[in-house]
């Protein structure tokens, strides 16, 4: 009975704890969140504090209408019209070349010379002709002799007329021909010269010395090109072709030559695009100063027809700085910002275009690198 009843009083106690750990009021969710995150606030490293801010001078953008641009990349190239080829009217060999691919020539000049049996065969074509025109003279002269004693009919007679007439015909072809291939009829030499029919300069060769060459065939031994005018050919897409028109004046820098800046005429804007980069040729013709060389990479600056106000600042405003461009703008407390911009063209009087970053009538300091200078001691 003691055993008895000692269990059962431990089976209420246990049945207690299990009613009371149900009944256990519901957790705090704030006592178990995470604790709250907390934000520091970072210092602006563009804004600068200087003690005197009077001693850096203010000035006001001022505004500025320039028309919109655009800049591609392009390179130089001949202007095919101006592309010369030089050929050879006799077949042969070559036996020497006087200049080589690149140099500079005048009109008239030597290029090469080439040893041909085609003046051989000229040379006796003209040698027969001559010979049938004194044997067809003297066949006319004894028939105006026979005709006038009633020899031989009319028409005899106008045979042997006919007969010369053509002698001398046949004289002047092969006379021409022996001319053509500059060889004169009473010096004739197996060796035909070569000459340059321009002035330019050599832009391609495809002849060495002892090679053989055809008359009038391709590939033609030289190519002189005149290098007065030369071409831009630029890759514009079709998103920017608004800006590109026939006829408007572009400008073009060499990346040889930076700071010289040439103008062309956009001659050619092309009827059809690159179906892989979406890209039409544009061609520009440039008079060339001597500098350009074919091949060279430029930069060709199109003027759209829209015009945009944009800010501009004295060029002592603008700092340049790790390849950017920065201005300082004034904030409360004599403090001062540094904000980043685009910067356009030098315009005349020491005044820099500013594309982006700054508007017109906002102040910046006039003199930028006394400022940096100042905030890095």
């Not at 004739?188 to 832009?203: K, L, M, W």
């Amino acid at each position: 009975m003691k055993r008895l009843r000692a269990a059962s009083v431990m089976l209420g106690i246990a049945l207690m704890v299990v009613e009371s750990a149900c009944k256990a009021p519901p957790s705090d969710p704030k006592a178990e969140a995470p604790p709250e995150l907390k934000v520091q606030r970072v210092e602006d490293r563009n804004v600068f504090e200087v003690e005197r801010p009077e001693r850096f001078p203010l000035t006001k953008a001022v505004p500025h209408t320039a028309t919109s641009e655009l800049q591609v990349t392009g390179t130089v190239q001949p202007d095919v019209s101006r592309n010369v080829p030089v050929i050879s009217l006799a077949s042969g060999r070559v036996i020497e070349i006087y200049t080589r691919l690149g140099d500079t020539v005048t009109k008239g000049q030597l290029l090469m010379k080439v040893q041909s049996a085609d003046i051989s065969s000229a040379y006796n074509d003209y040698q027969q002709a001559i010979a049938d025109e004194d044997l067809a003279r003297k066949q006319l002269d004894r028939s105006k002799l026979l005709y006038e004693r009633g020899a031989i009919a009319e028409k005899d007679l106008e045979v042997a007329e006919s007969t010369e007439r053509k002698a001398k015909v046949t004289i002047q072809t092969t006379l021409e021909h022996l001319r053509v291939l500059g060889v004169e009829p009473d010096h004739p030499s197996p060796i035909v010269e070569v000459r340059a029919p321009v002035s330019g300069v050599i832009s391609d060769q495809q002849v060495t010395n002892a090679a053989g060459v055809q008359a009038l065939a391709s590939p033609n031994p030289f190519t002189i090109s005149d290098l007065s005018y030369v071409w831009i050919v630029c890759d514009v897409f079709e998103n920017d072709l608004e800006n590109v028109r026939l006829g408007e004046i572009a400008d073009i820098r060499l990346n040889a030559y930076p700071k010289r800046v040439l103008t062309g005429i956009i001659s050619n804007i092309g009827p059809i695009l690159d179906p892989n980069i979406r890209t039409a040729k544009v061609r520009v013709e440039v008079r060339n100063p001597g500098l350009m060389r074919l091949g060279m990479f430029v930069t060709a600056t199109f003027h759209g027809p829209k015009k945009d106000t944009r800010a501009a600042v004295p060029a002592t405003a603008v700092l340049h700085l790790q390849d950017r461009d920065w201005v300082y703008a004034p904030v409360s407390g004599g403090k001062f910002r540094r904000v980043e911009v685009v910067g356009g063209d030098l315009l005349p009087g020491g005044i820099q275009e500013i594309i982006s970053g700054i508007a017109p009538g906002q102040q910046v300091v006039a003199n930028a690198l006394e400022l940096q200078n100042t905030v890095q001691q």
